[in-house]
């Protein structure tokens, strides 16, 4: 029997969307990316809108929205940090980056660390042994964590989609 179907929903489509953008993520860290402007509005817009869909839920515990928002400054300042160690080139195929490997894949790790401990956790609470009620989308930690992840990848992708606009202007 599942104790909370809401619990179970989220933590399954946070766990879709993680392992979805680290696949691609992993699979691109040390080679050269051919930049698709789609793909990168896709990036700023879903993770733009991740951190949106919890506010339902932290307006109930205003405590909780400090650590999002803490993690969104964050994750903006190291996406900005990012961009500076992104090499953007353009040749006859196109334009071209290479994002640095070791942040990004920094960050995504650990998400998916937080992730895993938060399922191990909800498998405690569904045998009865968790020690707190807490949703997971509601830990401080886990929020904290998002913010970070959500931050960088929209700051990564709206820095990308600038170099492209302001290169595409000059050409």
Do not use: K
């Amino acid at each position: 029997m599942i104790a909370n179907p809401q619990h179970l929903a989220f933590t399954v489509g946070m766990a879709a969307l993680v392992v979805w953008r680290l696949s691609v993520r992993m699979r691109r860290l040390m080679t050269r990316q051919r930049l698709c402007v789609q793909r990168q509005w896709i990036t700023a817009i879903v993770f733009a809108l991740l951190p949106l869909v919890l506010l339902p839920g932290i307006e109930a515990a205003h405590a909780a929205l400090w650590p999002l928002l803490a993690g969104l400054v964050s994750g903006i300042a190291l996406g900005l940090i990012g961009l500076r160690l992104t090499a953007f080139e353009s040749d006859h195929e196109g334009h071209h980056y290479r994002p640095n490997a070791y942040l990004g894949g920094a960050i995504a790790v650990l998400f998916v660390l937080r992730l895993g401990y938060r399922l191990y956790e909800a498998r405690d609470f569904q045998l009865g042994t968790a020690t707190s009620g807490q949703a997971a989308h509601l830990d401080p930690l886990t929020l904290g964590i998002l913010g970070l992840l959500s931050g960088f990848f929209v700051t990564q992708a709206a820095g990308i989609l600038h170099w492209y606009y302001r290169r595409a202007e000059r050409d």
